[in-house]
């Protein structure tokens, strides 16, 4: 149990353009999700704090008006990346939380490439 | 921000148990110690976690010591597969941000 689906796992967009990024809990109700991104060689810096219903929590340095975060369910959150920049390509993952002291399960992370 | 110091590499041959360790002489009473690991590509994978006692699945084990300024990781018998990025992370109860630190990379060697 607890899988946590991330969808595209990859992605490639022109410079300027917005992607979304969907992160579901296949078989759980998930209170709590977060957002990471990765760069290469790198640990994950997490980049907001989601909880349903409410507005997410940004990180310092996360601009969140580029990095749009809505946590309309309980099993689905999405990161939206607008008006993307080279320098927004990396590796983003997300993970979800059960209700209760549980581990967090993550997703495969998704791949953007912006061109 | 990551509370934890790891090594950043270590080798272990397959076959033999790899220890991994972890301090965290700044956790507090309530934080839990969790080990993930993250194989190339891939988002990280769940191994174990624990608050107090030494803890054991069928992963891995768990040794945290009696001040809890530190734990270590067992993977009794490593294999090929074992090769990945393994991250310490200490946290507070759930809803708490989980932030991580820079892992060890453990390189298992035939």
């Known amino acids: 149990g607890a899988v946590v689906s991330q969808h595209p796992s990859w992605v490639i967009c022109k410079s300027g353009t917005s992607v979304k990024i969907e992160c579901r809990s296949l078989d759980f109700q998930a209170t709590t999700m977060f957002w990471y991104r990765q760069f290469p060689k790198q640990s994950l810096m997490l980049m907001a704090t989601?909880?349903?219903?409410?507005?997410?929590?940004?990180e310092q340095g996360v601009e969140k008006d580029k990095f749009l975060i809505n946590h309309a369910s309980l099993t689905l959150s999405t990161l939206t990346v607008t008006s993307a920049h080279p320098e927004d390509s990396s590796f983003y993952i997300c993970?979800?939380?059960?209700?209760?002291?549980?581990?967090?399960?993550f997703g495969n992370g998704t791949r953007l490439t912006v061109t | 921000d990551a509370k934890t110091t790891q090594p950043p590499s270590m080798d272990c041959a397959e076959g033999r148990a790899a220890n991994l360790p972890c301090n965290h002489s700044t956790i507090s009473g309530n934080e839990y110690v969790y080990w993930y690991r993250q194989i190339h590509s891939q988002g990280p994978q769940y191994i174990i976690h624990?608050?107090?006692n030494n803890e054991t699945n069928e992963m891995a084990s768990l040794i945290i010591t009696e001040d809890r300024k530190s734990s270590t990781l067992i993977l009794p018998h490593a294999t090929l597969r074992d090769t990945a990025v393994y991250y310490c992370?200490?946290?507070?109860?759930?809803?708490?941000?989980?932030?991580f630190g820079t892992g060890t990379s453990l390189t298992v060697i035939p």
């Open positions: 624990g608050l107090k």
């Open positions: 992370i200490v946290r507070a109860n759930t809803g708490n941000q989980f932030y």
């Open positions: 989601s909880n349903e219903g409410s507005k997410a929590t940004y």
């Open positions: 993970s979800a939380e059960k209700r209760g002291n549980s581990p967090l399960h």
